[in-house]
């Protein structure tokens, strides 16, 4: 299962990158608008399930809607996530923590036990590298430009959530990547991106590794990075 943006359902799953039938499963696509949703889900060859990440019901309700119809989950990918480009304050931190952080906890956590059921159980967590320490303080880098301080700060948690899952839960892979700046409808403000399709091979690519494949990593097309 995938979950999604409100805006852009599917980003990062996309047919030429690896479709829920290249890679031999059946994929739900968790998205909080129904039409945009099942659109996407369509375009994907996947299921629809309606989720929202900042409610607590929904979650439960689409991850029972999976167990009762899969009776497991081999792969979560958490590609939900908001840009938040307002001014800082409170509410707008509030806002986007609970979709780029919370959310993570919330569909973890109800996710846990079917994931437990799966041979080999893998969360991908779709973060950022404008949440490492590394790369904003690089000169070399992009996010060293980039002064989006909620975003980076909701995306360093996504990382460290990632890592702390994965100490404690040794049976699950857990592992968070950088996309690499990818065209989408949250980064068309800014004129960027490659097309989805090169962003979305490492995000199949962590979702398809081997039962002894690492764990606990921060990555990107290349291989581990800094953090």
């Known amino acids: 299962m995938a979950t999604s943006s409100r805006r852009s359902p599917g980003t990062l799953l996309t047919p ?9 499963v059946t994929c739900y696509l968790g998205a909080r608008d129904v039409e945009r949703g099942e ?26 809607s999976i167990g009762s119809a899969e009776g497991r989950l081999d792969v979560l990918v958490h590609n939900a996530g908001i840009l938040g ?10 806002r ?8 993570i906890v919330r569909v973890t956590e109800a996710a846990l036990p079917l ?23 690089n000169p070399d880098r992009p996010e060293f430009h980039l002064s989006l301080a909620l975003y980076s700060a909701s995306k360093a948690a996504a990382t460290m959530l990632t890592v702390q899952y994965a100490k404690s839960q040794p049976g699950i892979k857990f592992n968070a990547l950088e996309p690499g700046p990818t065209a989408t ?11 989805v ?22 990555q990107d097309e290349t291989g581990e990075l800094p953090w």
Request: glycine content about 10%; overall charge negative; charged content about 15%.
């Open 16 to 24: 030429t990158s690896g479709t829920p039938a290249c890679c031999g």
């Open 39 to 64: 659109k996407a889900a369509a375009t994907l060859g996947a299921r629809f399930v309606q989720l929202d990440v900042t409610d607590d019901a929904s979650v439960t309700g689409a991850l029972a």
């Open 85 to 94: 480009t307002e001014s800082a304050d409170g509410p707008t931190a509030l």
């Open 96 to 103: 986007i923590f609970d979709t780029n952080a919370v959310g």
């Open 115 to 137: 994931l437990r059921k799966s041979s080999n159980p893998t969360v991908v967590t779709v973060s950022s590298s404008a949440g490492s320490f590394w790369a904003v303080n």
């Open 185 to 195: 409808d949250m980064t068309a403000a800014f004129g960027i991106g490659r097309p």
């Open 197 to 218: 399709e090169e962003s979305a091979r490492t995000v199949v690519r962590l979702a398809t590794l081997a039962p002894d494949g690492p764990t606990g990593t921060f």
